[in-house]
T-cell receptor
Framework: EPEVTQTPSHQVTQMGQEVILRCVPI?????FYWYRQILGQKVEFLVS????????KSEIFDDQFSVERPDGSNFTLKIRSTKLEDSAMYFC?????????????FGPGTRLLVL | QKEVEQNSGPLSVPEGAIASLNCTYS??????FFWYRQYSGKSPELIMS????GDKEDGRFTAQLNKASQYVSLLIRDSQPSDSATYLC???????????FGTGTRLTIIP
């Protein structure tokens, strides 16, 4: 069964450093998403992406964040200058379409620790 | 008012019994409702989706939706120890792509 994959599984970085989290969505999916989950808290939406453009973003997704689909398979989340509060589990998800009934399938996540 | 509310638990249920998980949501234009299961340190895994009022059954799982009451629930019959996890209720608003999650209910099945 096709799956969303994410690399790395764990990332430790120093505050102020840039990190890039990578995702390979399911191959026939057209909509891509990033969510994050701070330890002990709920899953929060960051951004959705379709047709090489951001289609929606949350207030969390400020100028420090960016997303890109650099080729036909990868989808990346970049955090330019990490803060302590960026420490969280970051999940990539994808769906076939953006219709309201469409299921979003989640990858295994990248655990980011900012020191 | 929280957009999606769940009792955080923990909810303890004996093995073989029925586990009942509840969720309320505040946005009346919400169209799609999902139950995800999340094991500790893992990603959300879809259990059930429901879009219309009433019940939807899939194996041991039944999702129930009442849009008038803005309420969605998940029943797990014949609970197994492997069902022990956090269950996340998520809501998708029409014309909006973001899933809004509740904080989750931690379920423990006692052998």
């Amino acid at each position: 069964e096709p799956e969303v994959t994410q690399t790395p599984s764990h990332q430790v970085t120093q505050m102020g450093q840039e990190v890039i989290l990578r995702c390979v969505p399911i191959s026939n999916h057209l909509y891509f998403y990033w969510y994050r989950q701070i330890l002990g808290q709920k899953v929060e939406f960051l951004v959705s992406f379709y047709n090489n453009e951001i289609s929606e973003k949350s207030e969390i997704f400020d100028d420090q964040f960016s997303v890109e689909r650099p080729d036909g398979s990868n989808f990346t989340l970049k955090i330019r200058s990490t803060k302590l509060e960026d420490s969280a589990m970051y999940f990539c998800a994808s769906s076939v379409s953006g219709y309201a009934r469409e299921t979003q399938y989640f990858g295994p996540g990248t655990r980011l620790l900012v020191l | 008012q929280k957009e999606v509310e769940q009792n955080s638990g923990p909810l303890s249920v004996p093995e073989g019994a029925i586990a009942s998980l509840n969720c309320t949501y505040s946005d009346r234009v919400s169209q799609s409702f999902f139950w995800y299961r999340q094991y500790s340190g893992k990603s959300p895994e879809l259990i059930m989706s429901i879009y219309s009022n009433g019940d939807k059954e899939d194996g041991r799982f039944t999702a129930q939706l009442n849009k008038a009451s803005q309420y969605v629930s998940l029943l797990i019959r014949d609970s197994q120890p492997s069902d022990s996890a956090t269950y996340l209720c998520a809501v998708l608003r029409g014309g909006n792509e973001k899933l809004t999650f509740g904080t989750g209910t931690r379920l423990t099945i006692i052998p």
